[in-house]
């Protein structure tokens, strides 16, 4: 039951093409998250957020930082 249920899913998401997702992006500038940018950003709008570059700047171990910029998205 579970089979045919998920084999009709993935057949409706192939029909109507790539479902494009908004992914935020932590850590997007060193070697391992920079790959993952590239390749996300090829289907999906990808927002970087580090402490020194990318399309916001943020502190994660500031709590009130990171739920303004989580609202703000």
């Not at 391992?32 to 171990?61: F, W």
Request: net charge positive; charged share 25%.
């Amino acid at each position: 039951m579970i089979g045919k249920k998920h084999n009709r899913v993935r057949r409706m998401i192939s029909s109507v093409g790539p479902i494009l997702m908004k992914i935020l992006l932590v850590g997007s500038s060193g070697v391992i998250g920079s790959y993952l940018c590239d390749k996300l950003s090829e289907k999906h709008e990808v927002i970087t957020a580090n402490r020194t570059s990318g399309d916001h700047l943020i502190d994660m171990t500031d709590a009130a930082e990171v739920k303004l910029l989580l609202t703000g998205l």
